[in-house]
């Protein structure tokens, strides 16, 4: 039972254009979104998170947008970077005293092409 | 600087041995969770400690166990290791100013 899915096992975006990677939930207990990157032998590096009472949060290049009627929400990077390149997780939780059980989807591989 | 530090970095074990990995997470961070990432996978949640007690777990059997100590550290047994058990070992921190999650660089277990 996945409970939180990236449908996009990989997307491939131009430098300066937007890359938006997207992210479905199932449970209609998560409170909190998060976003990571991770590089290859690197743990998960925090990007964003958004609260679900919440539509929007943003953060310097990174915008999460979530639709909670949809339970759908999505990231978008402004301006795509080369660095940028990397797996990235969308991670859902409940809250509270279970903030700490993370549920990840299967993660993006995103490539930016100079 | 994630203030979450997990050691050792790589290892390796024969089927059905012990193995105990460790975490050491800044004051800061009171709640500590440890996740299994599998290659191709995203982490998958093995269980939470808050306050030296466990409070929550994932799908994990009982040979998988852990402890909390007074100074945050943290450590993630497993016993009668399985070739499954392979993968990467990674440790969490709560900030509690605020809903961010920290992770380590975790550990990655070879079992043979």
């Known amino acids: 039972d996945q409970q939180v899915k990236q449908n996009s096992p990989s997307l491939s975006v131009q430098e300066g254009r937007i890359s938006i990677l997207n992210c479905d939930y199932t449970?209609?207990?998560?409170?909190?979104f998060l976003w990571y990157k991770k590089y290859p032998a690197e743990g998960p590096t925090f990007l964003i998170s958004?609260?679900?009472?919440?539509d929007k949060n943003e953060d310097g290049r990174f915008t999460v947008f979530l639709n909670k009627s949809a339970k759908h929400l999505s990231l978008h990077i402004v301006p795509s970077q080369p660095g940028d390149s990397a797996v990235y997780f969308c991670a859902a939780t409940p809250g509270g005293t279970s903030y700490g059980k993370l549920t990840f989807g299967q993660g993006t591989i995103l490539t930016v092409h100079p | 600087e994630t203030g979450v530090t997990q050691s050792p970095t790589h290892l390796i074990k024969t089927r059905g041995q012990q193995v105990t990995l460790r975490c050491s997470s800044q004051s800061g961070h009171n709640t500590v969770s440890w996740y299994q990432q599998a290659l191709g996978q995203g982490p998958q949640f093995i269980f939470q400690y808050y306050r030296e007690e466990e409070n929550g777990r994932g799908n994990f059997p009982p040979r998988f166990s852990g402890l909390q100590f007074p100074n945050y550290s943290s450590e993630l047994n497993v016993n009668a290791l399985e070739l499954d058990d392979s993968a990467l070992y990674l440790c969490?921190?709560?900030?509690?100013?605020?809903?961010?999650?920290?992770f380590g660089e975790g550990s990655w277990l070879t079992v043979v």
């Open positions: 969490a921190g709560r900030d509690i100013s605020g809903n961010t999650i920290y």
């Open positions: 958004i609260s679900s009472i919440k």
């Open positions: 449970n209609s207990m998560f409170d909190y």
